[in-house]
């Protein structure tokens, strides 16, 4: 059982299209997913509904009667992997949420307000963690990416400037493409229709990084 978290208290940095990738990338490897909705314009149900293959996973959103931390229990009680997307603004919400994941993923686009925003977020999960008093994985994953072999000097400046504040960013980095930024209105979704296709298998390259990230922290703390 794994939560997986997209945090990034810029706005507009790909959360939401990251998490509805995830749900596909899960449920077309044959596992049981489900999701929190903790974006205020709750896309993910609508999106769900309107693809055939996802129209049965169960998604969530936190109410005045149903707390963040008691949907995430019913949720993880019911599926192999709890997918959670929050909002971009830090609230008492999103930091239960972190408190309660496995694994925190912070997209970066490739902007000055991007970073701030993810050192900012870096560092709430560094909190969160200190709250759960146990292990929280997380990486910084850079997107919208030239998707040409030539990555352009501001992502190797990123790159290195996440790391002098003690960041791990992922090798893999989501691509900047048009059926990514198509996927809610055209029904379209790689990691579903177009598996072995380009966008696709750079989702899967980010997905299987996710994936050997967990796996490190779950050995680290059976371990301790
Ligand atoms: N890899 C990508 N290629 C092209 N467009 C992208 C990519 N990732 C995200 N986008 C586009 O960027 C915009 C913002 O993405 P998204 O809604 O996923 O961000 P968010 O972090 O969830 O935003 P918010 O903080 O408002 O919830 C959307 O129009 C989306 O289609
Ligand atoms: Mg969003």
């Not at 997209?6 to 596909?24: R, Y």
């Not at 993910?44 to 931390?69: C, K, M, N, T, Y």
């Not at 909190?127 to 501001?154: C, D, F, N, Q, Y």
């Not at 598996?195 to 922290?217: S, Y």
Request: net charge negative; with cysteine.
């Amino acid at each position: 059982m794994a939560i997986i978290t997209f945090a990034q208290v810029k706005g507009g940095s790909g959360k939401t299209t990251l998490a509805k990738c995830t749900v596909a990338e899960l449920v077309a490897r044959g596992s049981s997913v489900a999701a929190l909705d903790l974006d205020p314009n709750r896309p993910l149900g609508r999106f769900f509904a309107s693809i055939p293959e996802l129209a049965s996973v169960e998604v969530a959103a936190p109410d005045q009667q149903h707390r963040v931390s008691t949907l995430v229990r019913e949720l993880a009680s019911r599926a192999d992997t709890v997918v959670i997307d929050l909002m971009g603004a830090a609230t008492n919400d999103t930091q239960v949420a972190m408190a309660l994941s496995d694994l925190v993923v912070v997209p970066s686009q490739m902007s000055e307000e991007d970073f701030r925003g993810g050192i900012e977020t870096w560092r709430q999960v560094e909190e969160a963690e200190a709250i759960a008093r146990r292990r929280i994985a997380r990486a910084v994953l850079m997107v919208r990416t030239a998707s040409g072999a030539v990555r352009p000097r501001v992502e190797a400046f990123l790159r290195e400037a996440y790391r002098k504040e003690g960041a791990h960013v992922l090798t893999a980095a989501f691509g900047d493409r048009t059926v990514w930024k198509e996927m809610s209105y055209a029904g379209w979704v790689p990691p579903l229709h177009e598996r072995g296709g380009n966008a696709a298998e750079n989702f899967a390259a980010i997905f299987d990084e996710l994936m050997a990230l967990l796996e490190t922290a779950s050995a680290d703390t059976a371990a301790a």
